[in-house]
């Protein structure tokens, strides 16, 4: 792929970026999809998340974290006093990518290529440079490796505060994982993550 690099305009403006993302082919996702899924909320938000990629309803309806996966992460937002609306909410990838289930006409969230990040990686260093964010916390190992590299592993650095340029991160569980997490063990996955959220939280006193 080519990238998103020549379609991302010099511009630190969230409202000219989003509108370019529209336009982008740097990778093969924008086709079947049906929108890009910019980021959103405060453009001056001093806590960003960076989630994955858009699921099936973010697709529907061109806004991040929308479907069930967003509405763990608000539950678990509320429960760590962070205002959602105080924040700037993005994905490392900004096109759905799906399978068809054999049976019908569901689409099936697939996991994005290390490729594909890398390739959707120059529009999430211009909402970085737009947003300017003092805290950034990296939902999942895909937003994580995006931001920290490859060798980057939740399991073991999650919720310890790290530099990220000049803001600092705090990596934790993807909300859907938490949802995929066994009856059993979900509470307390639900719980780290809220755990999680509340150091990123701290860094904003
Ligand atoms: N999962 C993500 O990573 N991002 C979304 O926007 C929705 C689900
Ligand atoms: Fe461009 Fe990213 Fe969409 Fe690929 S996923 S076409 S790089 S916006």
């Known amino acids: ?40 909320g405060t453009p001056s938000a001093r806590m960003m998340l960076i989630g994955e990629q858009p699921g099936d309803q973010e697709d529907r309806r061109a806004q991040p974290f929308v479907g069930p996966a967003g509405a763990l992460l ?39 290529l290390r490729s594909e990040v890398v390739a959707c990686h120059p529009w999430l260093e211009a909402e970085i440079r737009a947003v300017d964010p003092s805290v ?40 859907s994982a938490v949802l995929r997490a066994p009856d059993d063990e979900r509470d307390a996955a639900f719980d780290a993550l809220v755990a999680d959220l509340r150091v990123a939280a701290s860094l904003l006193e």
């Open 136 to 175: 950034v916390v990296l939902l999942g190992a895909t937003a994580a490796q995006a931001m920290l590299g490859t060798s980057f592993r939740i399991g073991v650095d999650r919720g310890r505060v790290l530099e990220l340029g000049e803001a600092r991160a705090v990596a934790t569980a993807h909300p």
């Open 1 to 40: 792929f080519p990238g998103a690099g020549t379609f991302v305009p010099e511009s630190d403006d969230l409202r000219v970026l989003a509108d370019a993302a529209r336009s982008c082919r740097g990778c093969d996702l924008w086709e079947p999809a049906e929108n890009t899924v910019f980021g959103a």
């Open 74 to 112: 608000n539950r678990a937002l509320a429960q760590a006093d962070i205002d959602r609306e105080l924040t700037y909410v993005t994905n490392a990838v900004k096109h759905f990518t799906f399978t068809r289930s054999d049976r019908g006409p569901r689409r099936i969230h697939k996991k994005p």
